[in-house]
């Protein structure tokens, strides 16, 4: 264990994460952010590190990107950042909206300018009974701090399914309002997989784009679990069917995007091809809250629970939350970096009673 107290801990590194990194380093509470390690469920960067281009953070309009993040990002990290899109040019150069990697790439290389230390381990335990709060390491080092922000998000859930896994991306999504309008969806017949109300609020905003083809919505059982007034959103739109008694047994696609599902009957187990350019699997999401074993008071979802309207604060004194990981409603990454400045702000004056 080192001797030494942190003034602020970060947990994740989202936009959430690096967002509160920028806000306290600029505040001179030297913050450490733990971005994580590769797993099957999330990687360093956070979700936005699975997705292509984002067309709906403000500031990043199409443009030569790539050529901007080649510079402001250090060249011992130029391996991680994606291929430009292909087909994506103007005036001879590359002309694109920014894609997650590269939007957290330099989220990350801001944090790191303002003197942001980045440690590549996981908290895999906290202990939040007595100050300073000690966080034990995915390497078994124990870190302690005056303040911590968790910005550990959540995780989209999925279907489970090979081909699903093999198209990710590449017309299989869990987010229509990140990635609905990108070319590659644009005027398409695609499938919602879910009966809730995200699933029909997925459906919606899909069928209300300029030019949007049928929207498919795959329930799997004979009725929806969404609210009453969200089902009839469904049913009453022109551009939504249901499917009812509905399952993906396979993703079908040319090798590059989706080009269809396989479907099966609950009832009967008969199969059927749907043709479709998308599917968008809307089933729900896991906060990244299991690390913390019960430590700070959560809703039913898992979610950790902001204890005052506008404020970041948790059940825990001098413990903040910022991100996915206390947001189950928006999920945007532009509300993950906000919340994340709330969170560095939230840490700074409570550094500032605590030591005054």
């Known amino acids: 264990m080192s001797n030494e107290i942190e003034k602020t801990v970060i947990i994740g590194s989202g936009p959430a994460g690096w967002s509160a990194a920028i806000y306290a380093a600029r505040a001179n509470l030297n913050p450490v952010v733990y971005e994580g390690t590769v797993k099957p469920e999330m990687i360093p960067l956070g979700q936005l590190a699975f997705t292509t281009e984002v067309e709906n953070y403000a500031g990043f309009p199409a443009g030569n990107v790539r050529a901007f993040v080649e510079s402001a990002v250090d060249k011992d990290r130029h391996w991680n950042l994606p291929p430009a899109p292909q087909g994506h040019e103007k005036d001879g150069q590359p002309h694109y909206a920014v894609q997650g990697v590269e939007l ?10 303002f003197g942001t230390r980045v440690i590549g381990q996981d908290i895999v335990s906290v202990d939040f009974s007595n100050r300073p709060y000690e966080l034990t390491t995915s390497e078994g080092d124990v870190a302690r701090a005056k303040t911590v922000i968790v910005a550990t998000g959540a995780r989209a859930n999925y279907l489970g399914l090979p081909s699903e896994e093999e198209y990710k991306n590449k017309g299989v999504s869990a987010c229509a309002v990140c990635d609905g309008a990108l070319p590659l969806y644009r005027g398409k017949p695609l499938a919602v997989v879910g009966g809730g109300d995200s699933a029909v609020e997925e459906a919606v905003y899909l069928a209300n784009l300029k030019g949007a083809a049928t929207i498919h919505m795959l329930i799997r059982r004979d009725e929806m679990r969404a609210s009453k007034v969200m089902q009839q959103r469904a049913l009453n739109h022109p551009n939504i069917e249901v499917l009812w008694n509905t399952v993906v ?12 599902l396989k479907t ?10 749907l043709q479709v350019g998308g599917m968008f699997v809307a089933i729900g999401h896991t906060p990244n809250t299991a690390f913390l074993q019960g430590a ?3 809703n039913d979802s898992g979610y950790i629970r902001w204890k005052k309207a506008f404020r970041t604060i948790t059940s825990v004194p001098g413990v903040f939350a910022a991100g996915d990981v206390a947001d189950d409603y928006y999920r945007q990454a532009i509300t993950s970096a906000g919340t994340g400045c709330m969170a560095a702000l939230d840490a700074e004056r409570y550094l500032a009673e605590l030591e005054g």
């Open 104 to 113: 957290m790439e330099l989220m990350k290389q801001q944090a790191i300018n």
């Open 249 to 260: 047994d396979e993703v079908l696609g040319d090798g590059n995007v989706v080009t269809g």
């Open 264 to 273: 099966k009957s609950t009832v009967d187990d008969t199969e059927k091809e």
């Open 296 to 298: 700070l008071e959560m």
